[in-house]
């Protein structure tokens, strides 16, 4: 059953019904007074920033283990050259050690001539005689200066050399006193040599106009007349 | 107005606008709270994540780096290297092994032991048998090399703790020993150059670049053959020589015998280890004279030809007796003089100085104070009461002492024309070491080197010997015996060439035998003009052995001198 009375009460009065027009509230002149509150906007901003965020930190963890696997192989590299350090210091040592004056003499020793080890000065060159104050100070053990030494020297040079060249002269003389024991072929050589000559002589005198009217000849001819013209001694060939 | 929404049971009612937007704002009040709380959550979490990725990249270095560590050699000192660049010290990883026996049992102690013996026999089994029972910790190998390192290592014994440490090491072994001197365990120079460089050696700033010096590995290499050629020959206990340039005072040789091995690390407590040139203050004997007459000739009181006549055999000053040597001419001229190195000359040259000009002369050379030299080992010559007496003995440099190093440096002064020099043997000095100031005069020093010259020339000299082809080797000799003994120092300090000299040569033997087994290469007379050999000579003076030992030194490192210098090669 429905009970009526709860229902005709919930009713409104009539007084109210009649007045209804009047009392008529305007709903949107009391909802715009109500502070609107911008609930979306600010929605929209806390995702905006937490996409940005967490896109932000995904990249950062991208660029990080980029960075990561970069410096691995930075460390890689770094390894190896620290490696190839150590080999290097090892091998330079290693080097030290075995070309130390110790062991390079030791094997001379071995190998080596013992003549062949250490040199002398005097096996190198002889001592620069212009040097006066050497010259003035090196004393032989006779009290002799060096200085006599050396004229002494030069003295002897001098000889050697004269000695060299007297003999080099004879030898040429004893060539040419005794031809027979001049070599064929030298023999040949100066034959035909004084063969040459021999026709150049002849044809000079068999046609000596031909020797005169040769470029040369003219030529000479006209400068000693222009010689004689100017007055400049004319002087027979150069 | 429009209503959007009737009433289910009743016609007339209907739902407002206003009544649904109410509604609406509740809903997206409790949307709200979620989303804050969803957001607080999130956010949370993004710091930690921020945190962490922080904390990250902040201690990303050291987690990285660990890596490199093992194969990184941490270098804390640098590198000493001669004029040439030949390594003279430089740094390893040495490693020291120990034990830790708590950490094996009963059986794994017997295994290790016996593991021990086979693969090092040179262990002392017993004394690590002891010590696995005893104590905690012990040490089975110091400064290993990472070969022997490793063999410890392959045994794979989990009781081995291996312990890198930065060592020390000096490939030419015993050939610099007294100049570079020593490091302890933690790298820290104790004695030598080690330790007066301390402090430049370990600048972190400069650790790649090596420590440069002006020795040469070579010449120090040839000196010190001879000198222990000299050994066996004369039967010394003792040997020093010295090279050094007489414009600069670089130092390119420093030898003192007996040496020992650097890589060794040994406690060097005795005496006789001592450096002889620049920490032994010695009585030198005659190569005083010298001083002697170059203070006569730098105070005009004589002339080389001044002759001094009717000289004694010998005289007495107070109770001691000053003798010749050997039969010299009663006249003998100031030259004669250092060239027979006559006693009773000299000290009739020293009575005309006069003690406060001798005197003067002697400390302008700075004989008698300590010298700046860059090893720590440097020798303090004792301090003198001068008299009459005291000038007679030191006019023959007897009663009076110095360092080797310092008769060095004052024959340079001599050789050089007279100019102040500072041994040194960091090469950086070489452009800044330039002549000091004039001390002596030029006269004076060509004077000086014409008598050395003659010393070793002349047949009548005491240094024929060192007389080497093409050297023009001047230089004195010095006998001197030890204080309360019948024992030896003979010493023998060369400059060449004479002409001009540019190198200071010392050899020193500390107590020499005479050596009649030992056959001599006579120099050239009128009867023998090549010489001839020698032998059963029973003098034991400077003459017939330091010398004998110089000539062969000069002989052997002349060529290389000659080569190094360009401008001797252009006098060629």
């Known amino acids: 059953m429905i009970n009526k009375s709860k229902w005709i009460n919930t009713l409104p009065d009539t007084s109210l019904k009649n007045d209804e027009e009047i009392n008529k509230l305007d709903y949107e002149k009391w909802t715009n007074t109500v502070p609107k509150k911008n609930s979306y906007d600010s929605i929209k901003k806390y995702s905006l920033v937490s996409i940005l965020f967490v896109s932000g930190l995904l990249l950062v963890s991208i660029v990080k283990n980029e960075t990561r696997s970069l410096q691995k192989e930075i460390n890689k590299l770094e390894v190896s050259i620290n490696v190839i350090n150590f080999n290097l210091e090892q091998a330079i040592l290693d080097n030290e050690v075995i070309t130390s004056p110790e062991n390079i003499s030791l094997l001379a020793r071995e190998h080596l001539n013992k003549e062949l080890i250490f040199y002398k000065r005097s096996q190198i060159k002889k001592l620069d005689s212009k040097n006066e104050k050497f010259t003035k100070i090196n004393i032989t053990k006779d009290g002799k200066t060096n200085k006599k030494k050396i004229g002494d020297l030069k003295k002897s040079l001098k000889l050697k050399i004269s000695e060299k060249f007297n003999n080099e002269k004879n030898s040429i003389k004893k060539i040419y006193s005794d031809p027979k024991t001049i070599p064929k072929n030298v023999k040949k050589k100066i034959t035909s040599k004084i063969q040459a000559k021999k026709d150049e002589i002849k044809s000079l005198y068999d046609q000596p106009q031909e020797v005169l009217a040769s470029k040369r000849v003219t030529k000479w001819g006209a400068i000693q007349l222009v010689k004689a013209f100017i007055g400049i001694p004319i002087v027979p060939g150069r | ?572």
């Not at chain 2, 206990?237 to 007489?246: E, F, N, R, T």
């Not at chain 2, 130092?251 to 015998?257: H, K, R």
């Not at chain 2, 120099?523 to 003459?543: A, D, I, M, V």
Request: glycine fraction near 6%.
């Open chain 2, 1 to 572: 107005m429009k209503n959007k929404k009737k009433s289910f049971y009743f016609k007339d009612y209907t739902e407002s606008e206003f009544t649904n937007k109410k509604n609406n704002i509740n809903f997206i009040k409790i949307s709200l709270g979620r989303v804050t709380f969803l957001s607080f959550i999130f956010f949370s979490l993004m710091l930690i994540f921020s945190i962490k990725i922080i904390y990250l990249s902040l201690s990303q270095q050291k987690i990285f780096n660990i890596t490199n560590l093992k194969n990184e050699i941490p270098k804390n000192r640098r590198d000493i290297v001669d004029r040439n660049g030949s390594v003279l010290a430089t740094n390893v990883i040495l490693y020291d092994v120990g034990v830790r026996p708590q950490l094996l049992k009963e059986k794994e102690k017997k295994n290790l032991l016996i593991k021990l013996g086979i693969l090092f026999p040179e262990l002392n089994l017993n004394l690590i048998k002891k010590k696995l029972n005893k104590e905690k910790f012990f040490s089975v190998g110091k400064r290993l090399a990472p070969k022997d390192k490793d063999e410890f290592w392959l045994m794979g014994n989990k009781a081995f703790v291996f312990d890198p440490k930065p060592s020390r090491i000096y490939p030419q072994k015993n050939l610099f020993s007294h100049i570079l001197g020593q490091t302890n365990d933690a790298n820290q120079g104790i004695s030598g150059v080690e330790k007066f460089f301390d402090k430049n050696l370990s600048n972190k700033d400069k650790l790649n670049f090596s420590l440069n010096l002006t020795l040469d590995s070579n010449l120090q290499y040839l000196i010190r053959e001879e000198l222990i050629n000299a050994k066996s020959n004369f039967n010394n206990i003792g040997s020093g020589a010295l090279l050094m340039d007489v414009e600069n005072g670089e130092i390119l040789s420093l030898v003192s015998l007996p040496d020992y091995d650097l890589n060794q690390r040994r406690a060097i407590n005795d005496n006789i280890y001592t450096n002889k040139i620049t920490h032994g203050v010695y009585e030198l004997g005659s190569v005083f004279k010298t001083f002697t007459i170059a203070a006569g000739l730098e105070n005009r009181v004589i002339k080389s030809k001044t002759i001094f006549e009717n000289l004694e055999n010998s005289l007495t000053c107070d109770k001691y007796k000053i003798s010749e040597h050997d039969k010299l001419p009663t006249n003998l001229n100031v030259e004669q003089i250092l060239v027979r190195s006559s006693n009773i000359g000299s000290v009739r040259i020293a009575q005309k100085v006069g003690i406060e000009n001798y005197k003067n002369f002697l400390n302008s050379l700075k004989l008698f104070e300590k010298i700046s030299f860059e090893l720590e080992e440097v020798g303090v010559p004792l301090s003198l009461k001068w008299g009459k007496c005291k000038l007679a003995t030191a006019s023959f440099g007897h009663g009076i002492t110095t360092t080797p190093l310092q008769l060095a440096r004052a024959y340079a002064i001599l050789g050089n024309g007279g100019y102040e020099v500072q041994p040194f043997m960091l090469k950086d000095k070489i452009k800044s070491n330039k002549l000091g100031k004039q001390i002596i005069s030029t006269k004076t020093s060509e004077a000086i080197n014409l008598m050395l010259r003659k010393v070793v020339s002349l047949s009548e000299g005491t240094a024929n010997f060192a007389d080497i082809e093409g050297y023009e080797v001047g230089g004195k000799t010095g006998t001197a015996v030890k204080y309360g003994s019948n024992l030896k120092l003979n010493t023998f300090i060369s400059l060449f060439p004479a002409s001009k000299p540019k190198y200071v040569l010392l050899v020193m033997l500390d107590e020499p035998k005479a050596a009649p087994n030992f056959v001599y290469n006579m120099p050239p007379t009128k009867k023998f003009p090549k010489g001839y050999k020698y032998k059963g000579e029973t003098r034991n003076t400077s003459g017939w052995n330091t010398v004998v030992v110089a000539g062969k030194i000069i002989e052997k490192i002349g060529p290389i001198l000659a080569i190094n210098d360009l401008q001797a090669l252009k006098n060629f």
